[in-house]
């Protein structure tokens, strides 16, 4: 018998975590567009595949090695459940509701957050790079519109969120099929 434990290759989760990010950043952003309002869609969505799924996908990136994917899905999967908190938790709890202000520097603290990330991804694909970019520009567009309250800057951040989720479907797609078939069908 060998003392050598043998490790079992595990697959990459990023794929699952783009598209929960992905397709929760969506909804979310076609809700901020002014297409329809705040619903139960959005944040059984949050909840579910932007939180839980890019929790997951990030815990076994961190297993993978991989502390860059590890960070991003952790913290964003953290983000989709401290959001509906934020909606949330003052009409059934203690801590009264956050003001725009407030909330502008949530967005703005998210914003630098990802500035960052997107230094990142530099070194990893251009599709990753052009999520984090338009991310990063979501998250300041946010900021702006509450601390400015023109709600002309949230429709535009809806437009610009939109682009940024569908990206991340994108290469998330692309890279599930990319590895399937063993060569570069989508354009990463």
């Keep these: 018998m060998s003392d050598q434990v043998q490790k079992i290759p595990l697959a990459n989760p990023g794929p699952l975590g783009l598209l929960g990010f992905g397709m929760t950043t ?11 309002p705040l619903n139960v869609v959005i ?11 890019q929790i997951i996908a990030g815990i076994f990136d961190f297993k993978n090695g991989n502390t860059f994917g590890g ?21 059934s709890g203690p801590a009264a509701a956050s003001s725009a202000l407030v909330m502008g520097y949530y967005f703005l603290l998210w914003g630098v957050f990802t500035g960052f990330m997107f230094i990142g991804t530099i070194k990893i694909s251009g599709s990753l790079m052009f999520v984090f970019a338009t991310l990063t520009i979501l998250f300041f567009l946010l900021a702006i519109e509450n601390f400015s309250g023109a709600t002309v800057v949230g429709k535009i ?27 570069k069908i989508f354009p990463l």
């Design 26 to 36: 969506v909804l979310l952003n076609l809700h901020n567009a002014g297409l329809y």
């Design 43 to 53: 944040i059984a969505m949050g909840l579910a595949l932007g939180g839980l799924a």
């Design 71 to 91: 960070t991003a899905f952790c913290a964003y999967g953290t983000f989709w459940w401290s959001l509906i908190l934020l909606w949330y938790w003052p009409t």
């Design 157 to 183: 951040a809806g437009v610009e969120g939109t682009v940024c989720g569908l990206s991340a479907i994108y290469t998330s797609v692309g890279t599930v099929i990319n590895g399937e078939w063993g060569r």
